[in-house]
């Protein structure tokens, strides 16, 4: 069974930094593009970065370059989303999702919620 | 960026009735689209691939149609467990996403 499981949410301050993990399991990990997904309280879905096995497959939306880095571990089967500068309008609960490139996203896991607020 | 344009962005139907939800991309996207439900508090759940495909386990009153710019989703019958938030999402490109329409009870 495929598993995704998110942690490392939690309230920090504008400007302030954060670590979110995703901890996989059931399938070969290294195989698979990883994805982070978010999802602003009452707000529609955006995806926010993506990753592929290799420095040259790591792709993020527009308004986190910079900011946040992608990155995976796979001899221990986990995806990291590196946050930075974070802004008020980065709260967002924040999923880990698997999917290829040209593929939906089949399997996500439960979230993590991200607040920034002073 | 390929945006995607949901219609309508809320309604309200009962029980037994067919509705449709439309999305529309801002560019040619083929059949790179998806659809997925999602419940408070959940994460989104797949129900329709490659624009007409249904995913395993998804009941047959979903189904999905339409190629290049116009898609839609239609649910025959509706059953109390389908009110919940539906999105589109492309995969031509980087994947976007429709900004939802939330079905409700009559």
């Known amino acids: 069974e495929v598993q995704l499981v998110e942690s490392g949410g939690g309230l920090v301050k504008p400007g302030g930094s954060l670590r979110l993990s995703c901890a996989a399991s059931?399938?070969?990990?290294?195989?698979?593009?990883l994805n982070w997904v978010r999802q602003a309280p009452g707000k529609g879905l955006e995806w926010v970065s993506s990753i592929r096995d290799g420095p040259s497959g790591v792709h993020y939306t527009d308004s986190v370059k910079g900011r946040f880095t992608i990155s995976r571990d796979n001899a221990k089967n986990s995806l990291f989303l590196q946050m930075n500068s974070l802004r008020v309008e980065d709260t967002a609960v924040y999923y880990c999702?698997?999917?290829?490139?040209?593929?939906?996203?089949?399997?996500w896991g439960q979230g993590t919620l991200v607040t920034v607020s002073s | 960026a390929i945006q995607l344009a949901q219609s309508p962005s809320s309604l309200s139907a009962s029980v037994g009735d067919r509705v449709t939800v439309t999305c529309r991309a801002s560019?040619?996207?083929?059949?790179?689209l998806a659809w997925y439900q999602q419940k408070p508090g959940k994460a989104p759940r797949l129900l329709i691939y490659?624009?007409?495909s249904l995913e395993s386990g998804v009941p047959s009153r979903f189904t999905g149609s339409g190629s290049g710019t116009d898609f839609t989703l239609t649910i025959s019958n509706l059953q109390p467990e389908d009110f919940a938030t539906y999105y589109c999402?492309?995969?031509?490109?980087?994947?976007?996403f429709g900004q939802g329409t939330k079905l409700e009870i009559k």
């Open positions: 999402q492309q995969f031509q490109s980087f994947p976007s």
């Open positions: 490659d624009a007409s």
């Open positions: 059931g399938f070969p990990f290294s195989s698979f593009t």
């Open positions: 560019q040619g996207i083929a059949s790179a």
């Open positions: 999702a698997r999917g290829e490139a040209g593929r939906p996203f089949v399997y």
